[in-house]
């Protein structure tokens, strides 16, 4: 079936430095979302991503959306405590929205 | 008022038995869906009801059933429980190509 990758699929941080987790699709995506789930809790939406080469930033977290549209980052400069859970990525359109990434669960070390 | 409801949150029960879960959305959107989210905390679409249509329906053993009485209700309905079937589930909602709203989750457990 059609697979949404996400890498790392884990990643272990000092507070203070940055991360990255990247979403990669077999397929070309119409759009695409970023979700965050907490330790214990729901995904929660973050961003949409639509254009091609499309960037956009949200305080310490900057979203691309490949060229191709194709493939996706999501980016946490200086990482805190607080940034703690798992990131997914999600290929929207219709019928097709149905489809989220495997996730990449982030640790911060104080 | 919480958006996407789901009861009960925590759920033990045997191996065998029926049991449901029940979803209510307050938002008014046209297609509800429940997820699994297993212990490596893989997302995975269950099914999708759109205007009381069954729309989706992934490779999930028929012992699973989704029901909707109305537009803002979709409940599963678990039959003769098996071990594998511990995991959370997750009632969720959308408009069309919107974005997806997400309940609390219930956490079930097969003993």
């Known amino acids: 079936g059609q697979q949404v990758m996400q890498i790392p699929q884990y990643q272990h941080v000092q507070e203070g430095e940055d991360f990255t987790t990247y979403c990669n699709s077999s397929?070309?995506?119409?759009?695409i979302q970023w979700y965050k789930q907490r330790p214990g809790g729901h995904p929660v939406f973050l961003i949409q991503l639509v254009k091609s080469g499309e960037v956009k930033k949200q305080k310490r977290l900057t979203f691309q959306f490949g060229e191709a549209k194709k493939n996706s980052s999501l980016h946490i400069t200086a990482t805190q405590t607080t940034d703690v859970g798992t990131y997914f990525c999600e290929r929207g359109g219709n019928t097709d929205k149905l489809i989220f990434g495997t996730g990449t669960r982030l640790q911060v070390f104080p | 008022d919480t958006a996407v409801s789901q009861t009960p949150k925590y759920l033990v029960t045997q191996m065998g038995n029926d049991k449901s879960i029940k979803c209510e959305q307050n938002l008014g959107h046209d297609t509800m869906y429940w997820y699994k989210q297993d212990s490596k905390k893989f997302l995975k679409i269950m099914f999708s009801y759109n205007n009381k249509e069954l729309i989706i329906n992934e490779t999930v053993p028929n012992r699973f059933s989704p029901k909707s009485p109305d537009k803002a209700h979709l409940n599963l309905h678990i039959n003769s429980l098996e071990l594998g079937d511990s995991a959370v589930y997750f009632c969720?909602?959308?408009?069309?190509?919107?974005?997806?709203?997400f309940g609390e989750g219930s956490w079930l457990t097969v003993v």
């Open positions: 969720a909602s959308s408009q069309v190509e919107g974005t997806i709203y």
């Open positions: 397929t070309t995506l119409s759009n």
